[in-house]
């Protein structure tokens, strides 16, 4: 276990300048960032790796408290296109405490070096942020992205699976004076229930997102938590969440994946969790169907549920289909593109608190390109779905991330 040390640090710079120029210091010398903001939170946080070959990790993380502290940062599918990404923590910054910095033992010894190399950075306008290696990924049509809904409730009527979620990439140019830092700020401000993310990597490239999932997570009450949340719906005005009422695909489609989690705790065994919902939840301007799972730990005798959860559970339902495999194989056949590290999942671990990790998916998220942004969005098909409303659906969920390029 790599346990960090706190150090005072007080440049004579304002606060976001010195976040400005830590994702600088990272950036500048090829090395990998993340930053993020839980939800509800006031602050968000920094993760710095100095060392890149160490962030190639193998395995989803160890949700364990002598696990490694760093960001995970995972693809929707392991491939050597998109490799699986953990960043140990070498230094990690909380905007709540501007004013101290916590390092590991590796960056302790190198301090002199990075502080000098820190005041040394000129605070340049253009950051030059890190861009994937793979091509553009192709980007379907109104037509093409129905004609691939179709297929789908195709595979579903001949029992090839129950429901697999579909999804596109959408290409959109930067607007003028586009800033990857301020944007994040924006994100912050428009969701402050989502989880907002920035990531940077070498071969990985840089992806911005505000999610409303949880995948797994242990708390610091050593309750681990999951949800199922699909079914969607526009949150129009005047409507209050409390009372939406929900299609009969909607609840269904939510249900698959609500089962999928029950399954996956039967699996290992488990029989002692606590089941909450569904209830309708706002997620920027949507509403969706959420039904909360919790464990607390210390009362079963699984204390390694948190890692074997996070390996069942990836991908859900929610994000690619049932029964798994088959969906998977569909949507390698039908999608047409790479989501890389879209429907993937990302978050802290043991960072800043050993046996504290948050693990989200990937969701309302884009890559940052030099000129333009590519966004993803994707629905979940069931018998009932409508290629038109399945486009439209994709088209609103693209909004929350899209309105940071307005
Ligand atoms: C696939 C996405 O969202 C997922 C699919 C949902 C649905 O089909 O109703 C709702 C929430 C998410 O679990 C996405 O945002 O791209």
Known sequence: MSSLQRISWQPQLPVPDRLRRLVALALTSGR?????????????????CLNVDSAFAGLPPALEPTAPAGFAFFPFRDSDHNPP???????????????????SAAAAARLPELRQRFAALADAEALPWHVSRQPVPATATREEYEALVAAGVAAIETGTVRKVVSSRAVRQPLPAGFDALSAFEDL???YPNAFVSLVSAPGVGTWLGATP??????????????????????????MKPATARWAGKDLEEHAMVARYIVNCFKQLRLREYDEQGPRTVTAGQLLHLRTDFAVQLNEVPFPTLGTDMLRLLHPTPAVAG?????????????????????????????????GVA??????????????EAILYAGTGLTIDSEPAREWQETELKLRTIGAILA
């Open 358 to 371: 948050r693990l989200y998916v990937n969701l309302r998220c884009l890559q940052l390109r030099p000129q």
């Open 32 to 48: 990998p960032v993340a930053l993020w903001r839980l939800p509800n939170a006031e602050h968000a946080r920094l993760c710095l």
């Open 85 to 103: 990404l953990f960043l140990p923590a070498d230094l990690f910054f909380d905007l709540a405490r501007p004013e101290e910095i916590q390092v």
């Open 213 to 238: 999932e949880v995948l797994a997570e242990v708390d610091e009450h050593h309750v681990f938590r999951t949800m199922a949340l699909a079914g969607t719906q526009p949150l129009l005005p005047g």
């Open 322 to 354: 049932m029964p798994k495999q088959p969906a998977l194989d569909f949507l390698r056949h039908h999608e047409g593109y790479d989501r890389a590290y879209y429907a993937g999942f990302l978050g802290p671990v043991n960072l800043p608190d050993a």
């Open 188 to 190: 912050q401000t428009r």
